[in-house]
T-cell receptor, first 114, second 112 residues
Framework: ETGVTQTPRHLVMGMTNKKSLKCEQH?????MYWYKQSAKKPLELMFV???????ENNSVPSRFSPECPNSSHLFLHLHTLQPEDSALYLC?????????????FGPGTRLTVT | AQSVAQPEDQVNVAEGNPLTVKCTYS??????LFWYVQYPNRGLQFLLK??????LVKGSYGFEAEFNKSQTSFHLKKPSALVSDSALYFC??????????FGPGTRLSVLP
């Protein structure tokens, strides 16, 4: 899993905290994704960046704010989260957003909101 | 938009026996279908994909999948299961290149 790395691996934060999740891909890909994985629910796509431009925002609450400074890095800024936001947050990358390229995932950040 | 269904939450199989994890997709054009595996505390790993051509696709770790257009299915198979194959398996469709649509996942348990 050295292709896509995520930090931190675990995060516990209070509802009033501000924190950021970081994702880095070393594969030379041009598309990057944030997913939320909750227990008993399908994987939820949150944001998509293709060539550093945001192309998808699946009705994600504004307390989640993505940032993509370049094609290799992706951040998810978190503030005033709710307990129901506790989940595994997965970052992925692919060669491009279209053309049926497979996605490569990082190990995820396990977030707990207290 | 495409949708993907995995009708079984859990599949149990004895080590050495063949395994099948089922996936069906909604009918609309030509799908691009994928299988991923997730081990505990890990991200998803790509196993194989079907784009076009031969209906039998071979992938990593001895897995293969058969695309069946008439049954709108893309079942994952392996001739002889290993205990180490125990994991969560996801089928996905790329939804006309817009984004991936993942199935709910099937937990595979291979019993020694």
């Amino acid at each position: 899993e050295t292709g896509v790395t995520q930090t931190p691996r675990h995060l516990v934060m209070g509802m009033t905290n501000k924190k950021s999740l970081k994702c880095e891909q070393h594969l030379g890909h041009n598309a990057m994704y944030w997913y939320k994985q909750s227990a008993k629910k399908p994987l939820e796509l949150m944001f998509v960046y293709n060539f550093k431009e945001q192309t998808e925002n699946n009705s994600v609450p504004s307390r989640f704010s993505p940032e993509c400074p370049n094609s290799s890095h992706l951040f998810l800024h978190l503030h005033t989260l709710q307990p129901e936001d506790s989940a595994l947050y997965l970052c992925a990358s692919s060669q491009e957003m279209r053309q049926a390229y497979e996605q490569y995932f990082g190990p995820g950040t396990r977030l707990t909101v207290t | 938009a495409q949708s993907v269904a995995q009708p079984e939450d859990q599949v149990n199989v004895a080590e050495g026996n063949p395994l099948t994890v089922k996936c069906t997709y909604s009918v609309s054009g030509n799908p691009y279908l994928f299988w991923y595996v997730q081990y505990p505390n890990r991200g998803l790993q790509f196993l194989l994909k079907y784009i076009t051509g031969d209906n039998l696709v071979k992938g990593s770790y001895g897995f293969e999948a058969e695309f069946n257009k008439s049954q709108t299915s893309f079942h994952l198979k392996k001739p002889s299961a290993l205990v180490s194959d125990s994991a969560l398996y996801f089928c996905a469709d790329d939804n006309y290149g817009q984004n991936f649509v993942f199935g709910p996942g099937t937990r595979l348990s291979v019993l020694p």
